[in-house]
C-alpha cells in the first residue's frame, strides 16, 4: 500500500468531491452483537450512498467499521468455533448485502477492560483465530475482500494481540495515533504529535507508535498513521509554558471538533496558537484551558513523515468533523505530491 487516505465517515455529509480526494472510507459503525449477527442503525444514510458513490469514484474503497454492541460481544464471539464461524459469516453477509469492499473491526480493545469491555485473557490468541474465519469467510465471496483492524497506538495494543501472525489475516492496520493524551492523563499535552517532547513523562506519538508496531513484524506499508479531526482539552490547567505538559485536576476531554477550533478558537476568543517545533503540534491556550488538535501544518508533517519512512498512508477520524473540507484537502495535496 502506498499514499493511502483513508476517513472514517460516520456524521456530516459525504460528496463527489470527498469521494474523489480518498482512496478508501470506513463507515462507522456497524455493531457485532453477542449472538453473531450484525446489524446497521447509525449510519444507514452511508450505507445508502453506497451506489452513488460507486459511481463517484469506482476504485474508491468502501469498508464497515465493527463495534460491539454489547459490551462483551467481541470477546464473546471470538471465544470459542462456533461463535467465531457464525460470526464471520454474519460479517460475510454483510459484505454482500451492502456491496462492500470489507470489514473494519474496531476492538478496544482485546484483553483491555479499561473502556468498560468485558474481556478475558484468551482475548489474545482467540482474536487472531475470529481474524482467521473472518479471512477465510470473506475470500469464498471471490474477488478482493479486506480486512482491517483499528489499533491502539502503544504498548499494550501489541501485547494483546498476535502480531506478526496476525497480518497473515489483515490487509493492514489502522494506527489511532489520536487520543493519546486523553482522559486517562491529568497531563494537558499533544493527543495527536508527530514527536514526543523531551521533557513528557507520557511519552507517545505517531512516529513512536508505527515503529512499535513495526519493531513487532507489521510490515511499514501496511501500517496507516491516523489523524485527528477534533482536539482534546484539559481545564484548571496552571499558566506556565503555555499550559504544556502541565498536570492538571483530571484527565482530557473532548474538544471542539476542527472547523469549529477555525471558526472561534484559533486566536481568537482569548486563546492564543502556539506550534511547538519539537514535536511537529499545534496547540491552544488561554490562559487555563489547553487545547490539542491537527492542523494543515501538522498534518503536512505528517504526510512528509509517512512518505519519507514508507508507511501505507493516513487515515482520520472523523470525517464530520471537518466540513471546510481543510484537512482533508491538506492531506490530498500532501499525498500526491
Known sequence: MKNEIIG???KGEFNEADARKLTG?????????RDGSVTVEGPVDKMELIPTIRRWNSKLRIILSMVQAENDAFTYCCASEEMREKAAASLAEATVKYNLDGVDLDWE????????SVVSPDDKHNFTLFCEAIRRHLDQLGGKKYLTIAAGADLYMVNCIELPKLMDYLDYINVMT???????HALAGHHTALFSNLGDVFRNSCAQALALFESYGVPADRLLMGAAFY??????V???YHGLLALTPKGGGYGPDYAVLAADYINKNGYTYYWDDEAKAPYLFNGSTFLSFDDPRSLKEKAAY??????GGIFYWEHGCDPTRVLLDTLYEEMNQ
Do not use: M, Q, T
Open 8 to 10: 472514517y465517515v460516520g
Open 25 to 33: 472510507i470506513n463507515i462507522a459503525f456497524g455493531l457485532l452483537h
Open 109 to 116: 480493545y482485546p484483553c483491555v477492560p479499561s473502556n468498560s
Open 178 to 184: 489520536y487520543d493519546l493524551k486523553c482522559g486517562f
Open 231 to 236: 482536539s482534546r482539552k484539559w481545564e484548571d
Open 238 to 240: 496552571p499558566d506556565r
Open 306 to 311: 509517512v512518505r519519507e519512512k514508507g508507511y
